[in-house]
């Protein structure tokens, strides 16, 4: 496995691989994950335990039903579960939550000064891994992260929120979901449900 290269270079496929093989060297019957279903179409298909096969594929066609938070965890030899269990949160319980909890986050969420470029509507962080296009140059500006990952595809937002308050303030009067800014997500209409039939959590 090599990492993809060229100006829409993601490594993602990379991270699927990682993950898919620690699962099968140590023999887990559930990986645990923060995914909700309000950030992104594929996720919303998702149950609270995401049954995987004995390749790590998920098959949105064949999630069992959970009715009345009855979780169905029969799995045989090989296969797992990715279970989510803030999947019915939005992101504003999850900033509530954080707040209310006192919980240390990163810097990256709160506004901070950032080389950045603008690519087909989104905002990515200018850096190595990421492949400048000839008529690119980065520009200093106010940004933050409203979700984290690889810098390949994750994308900033304008903003000038410096604490969990203003973050809660922002999140109110937005009309975007956090993935909204993901580049991955624009390879095609279905990137997340083809990433996540391969294994990607």
Not at 68 to 92: A, C, D, L, Q, Y
Not at 106 to 117: A, C, G, Q, T
Request: proline fraction near 3%; charge should be negative; hydrophobic fraction near 35%.
């Amino acid at each position: 496995m090599v990492d993809e290269t060229g100006v829409n270079a993601s490594r993602n496929l990379l991270q699927t691989t990682t993950l898919l093989d620690g699962i099968e060297e140590l023999k887990f019957d559930c990986a645990m994950g923060g995914g909700r279903r309000d950030e992104e179409k594929a996720r919303a298909k998702e149950r609270f335990f995401s049954h995987r096969d004995e390749f790590g594929q998920w098959d949105p066609k064949n999630q069992r039903p959970e009715l009345w938070n009855i979780f169905n965890g029969k799995k045989h030899m090989g296969e797992h579960f990715r279970v989510f269990p803030i999947s019915n949160w939005t992101e504003m319980d999850v900033w509530q939550y954080i707040l209310l909890e006192n919980i240390p986050i990163p810097s990256l969420y709160f506004s901070h000064e950032r080389e950045v470029i603008e690519r087909d509507g989104t905002i990515l962080a200018a850096g190595e891994y990421v492949t400048l296009k000839e008529d690119e140059i980065p520009q200093k500006r106010i940004v933050r992260f409203r979700t984290i990952g690889d810098m390949t595809c994750t994308g900033a937002v304008v903003s000038q929120a410096s604490t969990l308050e203003e973050i809660i303030e922002e999140v109110a009067a937005t009309r975007t979901t956090e993935r909204g800014g993901r580049h991955d997500d624009k390879r095609s209409e279905a990137a997340m449900e083809d990433r996540k039939k391969e294994g990607y959590f």
